[in-house]
């Protein structure tokens, strides 16, 4: 097919020029309306905000005026009792094991081939048992060696039971955890 053209030039570029024109004036008229959606905004925002400021200022005062009629006794009894909450604070925190940590370094002492089964870690009696199967007896004889060695457990016990069989061992071990599990 042939195109054909029947608008002479000067009327061909007064269309182009027009369109060209039509564009640039919907461009200019989008970004018009973006600006006045966004100063809509920020104006919506800059009264909130006013009003939270206003809000906390009246707060303060109020709080204020209120502690202008306690004595400085008063303050010095909060800080110590403040204190003494801390205080218990840190001493709880003593007396518990960092439980993460304990498991991260336990977790490094089984063997590849052990499947522990179940574990319970006392921390108020300071023992433990932990049960499991060993893919055969050097596996579990190496967990018990790593168990004896390791600085997470001070006594380490073992039945004669879990040595009778040479392959798909079920094993218990059970025994004191360390003080020194508590500096974790």
């Not at 042939?2 to 004036?25: C, M, T, V």
């Not at 490094?108 to 006392?122: E, V």
């Amino acid at each position: 097919m042939a195109d054909l053209n029947l608008l002479p030039p000067q009327k061909k570029e007064e269309i182009i020029g027009l369109s060209d024109y039509f564009n640039i004036q919907t461009i200019v008229f989008k970004i018009g309306l973006l600006l006045i959606i966004t100063i809509i905004i920020l104006l919506g925002n800059k009264y909130i905000l006013n009003q939270s400021v206003n809000n906390t200022q009246e707060e303060i005062l109020t709080i204020q005026t209120v502690n202008k009629g306690k004595s400085e006794t008063s303050l010095d009894e909060a800080i110590k009792e403040f204190n003494q909450k801390l205080k218990t604070i840190d001493e709880i925190q003593q007396k518990n094991i960092n439980w993460p940590l304990f498991l991260d370094k336990f977790s490094k002492l089984i063997p590849s081939n052990i499947n522990i089964q179940a574990m319970d870690f006392n921390s108020t009696n300071n023992t433990f048992n932990i049960n499991g199967v060993a893919r055969d007896r050097e596996t579990l004889l190496g967990l018990q060696k790593n168990l004896k060695e390791s600085e997470l457990f001070s006594e380490v016990q073992s039945p004669v039971s879990n040595l009778l069989k040479k392959e798909d061992v079920n094993f218990t071990f059970n025994g004191k955890l360390s003080e020194k599990i508590k500096e974790l």
